[in-house]
């Protein structure tokens, strides 16, 4: 009998910041260099460790934003104000610098090409950055299923990819809408969160049988969710991930 | 103080914790609760990170389902809140 791989289990390793690109006033990607890197489903995550000089260790969960082509990782960072790590990644952490990363995890908040039938994402603020993955890996495996993504965000100088997403959406199986909670661009009249009526206009319909994933604060997540079981969804496949200030995720 | 804000994660992100303590992923896995008895993903269940350590509860009854808390010599895992943890047989 041939020996099957063998399973390890997950230990810390040490990447390097390759790139960064500013993505709005409190938000950026870190390209990170990861030499043992196994690759990852859209959707998993990673965890960054930082070290300080007396030994004390401080570590989060982020996102991946990336689909995996074999090269490198995208993470993307939203500033948690008073947080103990972010702040560190959004103003410090400069091209060239080692980080100290564990991953990827996590295997249930992930979309697989071969996965069947519609695919509904709902991301509030960075809870998009999962989302935006599963786009860019739905583009990468050239696949046909129908994707929408409803984003909320505050405003439009919130919105994280706004150019990448604008280039996915021009294809005929990706569906973009824009929910804007404090202040629209010109020509958008809504201003409010993601309700019912958003919900039956511009997303997948129980009976289209979608995954739903939805990322986001947790009272967001929670409101959407349950908006989508209210309006007739099954909860087996609404997948949600929860994230927040305390200092888990994000 | 802002105490109607959820302070809760979700199991997710237990992900990275437990998987350098096993070998395969566990936040896909089927658990069932001891508390009362729901049945469902781990991922979903809420996720305690303020506590030393990890804490996971029950979405519906709160019932501590698993901890974990690492010291700098040792980690500690505590499952007794779950009767059972169904995974995907490997092929």
């Known amino acids: 009998m041939e020996r099957t791989a063998v399973r390890r289990r997950l230990t810390w390793q040490v990447g390097t910041v390759s790139e960064i690109r500013e993505e709005t006033a409190t938000a950026r990607t870190i390209v990170l260099d990861v030499p043992e890197w196994p690759g990852h489903l859209a959707g998993q995550h990673l965890d960054v460790r930082l070290t300080a000089p007396d030994g004390y260790h401080a570590s989060r969960s982020y996102s991946i934003a990336s689909a995996w082509t074999g090269e490198t990782i995208d993470l993307t960072v939203e500033q948690v104000p008073e947080g103990e790590v972010s702040p560190y990644l959004v103003e410090v952490l400069k091209v060239g610098d080692p980080l100290e990363v564990r991953g990827p995890v996590g295997g249930w908040f992930v979309w697989k090409p071969e996965q069947p039938g519609p695919i509904q994402l709902i991301g509030g603020g960075s809870g998009v950055v999962p989302l935006m993955a599963m786009l860019r890996a739905h583009a990468e495996a050239a696949s046909t299923a129908p994707a929408r993504l409803l984003y909320s965000v505050r405003r439009p100088t919130s919105v994280i990819y706004v150019n990448d997403l604008k280039k996915l959406a021009a294809s005929d199986d990706v569906d973009l809408k824009f929910v804007y909670t404090r202040e629209a661009p010109p020509g958008e009249p809504r201003i409010g969160r993601i309700d019912a009526d958003i919900l039956s206009k511009a997303a997948f319909q129980p009976e289209d049988e979608p995954t739903t994933y939805v990322c986001g604060p947790t009272p967001f997540v929670e409101t959407v969710a349950d908006l989508l079981v209210a309006a007739g969804h099954d909860p087996a496949r609404v997948r949600t991930e929860r994230f927040g200030p305390t200092g888990g995720s994000r | ?91």
């Open chain 2, 1 to 91: 103080m802002t105490a109607d804000v959820p302070t809760y994660l979700d199991g997710n992100a237990a992900a990275g914790a437990l998987r350098e303590i096993f070998a395969v992923d566990l936040t896909a896995a089927i658990g069932e609760c001891v508390g009362c008895g729901r049945v469902g993903v781990f991922a979903e269940a809420r996720l305690y990170v303020d506590a030393p350590g990890l804490v996971a509860r029950c979405q519906s009854c709160d019932h501590v389902l698993l901890r974990v808390v690492t010291t700098p010599t040792d980690t500690y895992l505590d499952l007794r809140g779950l009767t059972y943890l169904r995974l995907p047989t490997s092929p």
